[in-house]
């Protein structure tokens, strides 16, 4: 029997980073993975090719609506070969997974393809694909199985017509009408890559506004942008029922006023959220709790009810985020290796990928409000940016809240071009405590989105923007 001082069972971001850092800091490691690719739902069909068609049908849009006013000219029709376009997403997706093996070679981690169930806390059964059963000797196992699409229970997700994240990576023709089920960040950035590449698409959001966790301004210029783009919203709303008709998929909902409302596309987009996954993983037998919504039990140091068992990333409490969940990772092999590692939940950013896109780091306005907190709040539009009028991105503002006495960065709050990236700076100002003040003063290259960064620090401090 093969024994080991760490079995991570799930090779999703947080499995394969708390592999990585497992081998690194001399641990004798093993990560089982159920299917034949390395990466989990991130890298095979999450943020990777998620982001992937995101860009391929950015270029598309831009090709068709913009390239003429910038004296561009293209002879003849510009058209999507969708096949070709999945196609690139998924060499993609190849090239990407084949690199984790590449890193679990090098940091001499045995991967083992096959389910992974809890003989008891210390054996890990692996049950793989020819029906034979090896097991695992392990005197640490981390869970990182994971999460799947949610769903609603009167929705029967056919996976044609019907169909969630999973099947809209790769469908094989453009939808006429996509209904949205979903406001949230998946359903936005799926619905905006049908919707460029030509698709009508329709949200139905149960929620009175898009992106609900993030600050409320964010929500509102998000909605305004993808309404001039001619997504429809339709938020307040209860959808009820989601029925397919041969090649129709029709789905009523009741409007804010109780008043039934019916939306008919060709395929339906069920995005409303993710569950925790545990499902074949036995728990029980290791004596590791599962709450009533289905995720692992753990403490503030990742460890479940059996000592020498962890849990990380989708399938325990928190953001559902790669980065989240490589965070958990490292803290958890730092953890068995006796060392003190922490967390700074708080520092977490989240991003919408749509373009404009939606970064946010900190406390909401909301949560400020809500918790009493006397504040400041700094906005600054990108259109008074010149880089943002060079490239004609002219769309949103980065608005920064500080604590109205001590001027500390409380929260960053942005919607723009490259604004995935510019969070980092807000990261790592708060990281160290940063004021706004600080921020203001520091020297952000010309001209850079950045400075829309810098102008709202300068706005939150003293209320002196130089370029407004
Ligand atoms: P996962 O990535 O879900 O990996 C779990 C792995 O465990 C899977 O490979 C699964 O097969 C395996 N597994 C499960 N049970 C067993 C078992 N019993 N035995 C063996 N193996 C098992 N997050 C971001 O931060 N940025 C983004 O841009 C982003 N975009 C996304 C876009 C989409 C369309 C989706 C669906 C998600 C996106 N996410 C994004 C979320 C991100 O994918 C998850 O937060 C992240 O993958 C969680 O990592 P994880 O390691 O916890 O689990």
Not at 168 to 180: C, D, F, G, Q, T
Request: hydrophobic fraction near 40%.
């Amino acid at each position: 029997m093969s024994q080991y001082d760490v079995v991570v069972i799930g090779s999703g971001p947080g499995g394969y980073v708390a592999a990585i850092r497992c081998a690194q800091l001399g641990m004798k490691t093993a990560i089982v993975e159920k299917y034949a690719t390395l990466g989990g739902t991130c890298l095979n069909v999450g943020c990777i090719p998620s982001k992937a068609l995101l860009d391929s049908s950015h270029h598309y849009e831009d090709a068709v609506k913009h390239f003429e006013e910038h004296g561009i000219e293209i002879p003849g029709d510009i058209k999507v070969n969708l096949e070709k376009m999945i196609g690139r997403k998924q060499a993609v997706v190849d090239q990407t997974t084949k690199g984790i093996e590449f890193l679990m070679n090098k940091n001499k981690i045995d991967v083992h393809q096959g389910i992974g169930s809890f003989k008891d806390a210390t054996h890990v059964n692996v049950l793989k694909t020819d029906g034979t059963t090896e097991t695992l000797e392990a005197k640490n196992t981390i869970i990182a199985t994971g999460s799947k699409p949610a769903s609603l229970p009167f929705i029967k997700v056919d996976k044609e017509r019907i169909i969630t994240s999973t099947e809209a990576l790769k469908l094989k023709e453009i939808p006429k009408h996509m209904i949205v089920i979903g406001g949230g960040v998946i359903g936005l950035e799926l619905g905006q890559v049908y919707k460029r590449l030509g698709a009508d698409v329709t949200v139905v959001e149960y929620m009175d506004r898009i992106v609900p966790g993030m600050d409320g301004a964010l929500s509102k210029e998000l909605m305004k942008v993808l309404k001039k783009q001619k997504v429809k919203f339709n938020l307040s709303h209860k959808v009820k029922s989601v029925e397919r008709k041969g090649d129709q998929v029709i789905v009523k909902a009741d409007d804010k006023k109780g008043q039934e409302v019916e939306f008919v596309g060709d395929y339906c987009l069920v995005s409303v959220g993710r569950r925790p996954y545990t499902d074949g993983l036995n728990a029980g037998a290791a004596g590791v709790n599962v709450d009533e919504r289905g995720r692992v039990e753990v403490n503030s140091h990742l460890q479940t009810s059996a000592s020498n068992i962890y849990a990380i990333g989708d399938v325990v409490k928190g953001a559902m985020l790669a980065h989240k969940a490589e965070e958990e990772g490292t803290m958890v092999a730092e953890i068995l290796a006796g060392q003190k590692p922490h967390i700074d939940y708080n520092l977490i950013p989240g991003v919408v990928y749509t373009w404009p896109e939606v970064a946010a780091v900190g406390k909401t306005e909301e949560e400020l409000k809500e918790s009493g907190v006397a504040y400041k709040v700094g906005q600054f539009p990108m259109r008074a940016l010149g880089r943002a009028r060079a490239s004609m991105d002219i769309d949103g503002f980065v608005k920064i809240l500080a604590d109205a006495s001590t001027d500390e960065i409380l929260g960053v709050h942005m919607i723009g071009a490259r604004c995935a990236d510019l969070i980092t700076e807000a990261v790592t100002a708060m990281e160290f405590r940063a004021s706004a003040e600080d921020l203001s003063r520091m020297s952000h290259a010309h001209p850079t989105y950045a400075e829309a960064v810098k102008e709202a620090a300068l706005a939150a401090t003293d209320n002196r923007p130089l370029h407004i």
